[in-house]
Structure formats: C-alpha cells, structure tokens
C-alpha cells in the first residue's frame, strides 16, 4: 500500500456554528433595570428634640441690600432630584403625550419627557396619582 503523503488538517476544520444573530435583531437585555420609587413630598419637621432650632431655607435679607439687587440663596436639606422642574405638571405631562402629533401641547408634553429622561426620571401612574421613578 501506498503512504499517505499530507499533514492532516482535520484539527484546522471545524463544524458550522449557528449563525448569529442578523444585523437587524435587536439586542438581548442580559440584566433589568433598577429603580427606586419615590414620591416628591415636602420635608415636614417632627419628633425633633427642642434643643435643634431649624432655620427657614432662606435668609432675609435686609431692605438696604435687596436695594443694590441682591436675592437670598436657599440652603435645602434636600437630595438634588427635587430641584428638576419642568413646564408641565407630571399629571399634564402623560396626558400630553396621548395628545394629537400635531397639537403643541403634545410637544410641550415631549420636551417635559425629554427634561426629566436627562435626570433618570421617569413618570408612572399609580392608583391614579403620578409619581416620579428615579433610576440608579
């Protein structure tokens, strides 16, 4: 018998993989979202021991001073979400977005959305009262 004269390459050739996904599929969210669910309420003071003095968030300033322009400046004991405002009130805002292309109030209701999505905000109804869901 003759010998076989090649090198083998069976260790090069390797079966077909499945195809993968086409360029048009969308792609595969691996994790969910977090998010936390609060509801913007105003901060009320109580059960405070009467030693602590809370002051108002803004000074008043003397007439003399207002007189040259100056305004006071709030010190809030806030977190910085509270301080996102937008032209609508949330309430408006999805009603707004179910308003015709063509109406400006759906427009005005878009860039409420917009300006809230910049802040990882979004707006859900729950038991018909918006709130506001802050994403981490």
Excluded: C
């Excluded at 003759?2 to 595969?28: R, V």
């Excluded at 949330?90 to 400006?104: K, M």
């Amino acid at each position: 018998m003759a010998t076989k004269n090649f090198t083998p390459i069976n260790h090069l050739i390797s079966p077909p993989k499945p195809a993968s996904f086409p360029k048009e599929a969308e792609p595969i969210i691996k994790g969910s979202e977090k998010s936390i669910i609060q509801e913007v309420v105003e901060y009320e003071p109580s059960g405070h021991p009467k030693i602590i003095q809370i002051h108002p968030g803004t000074i008043k300033l003397p007439p003399d001073l207002k007189k040259f322009g100056l305004q006071p400046v709030s010190n809030s004991q806030f977190s910085s979400f509270k301080s996102v405002t937008v032209p609508l009130r949330d309430d408006q805002v999805l009603v707004g977005l179910h308003a015709p292309i063509t109406s400006s109030f759906r427009w005005l209701a878009t860039l409420a959305v917009y300006i809230l999505s910049h802040s990882h905000i979004k707006l859900k109804t729950v038991e018909k009262k918006t709130i506001r869901v802050f994403k981490k």
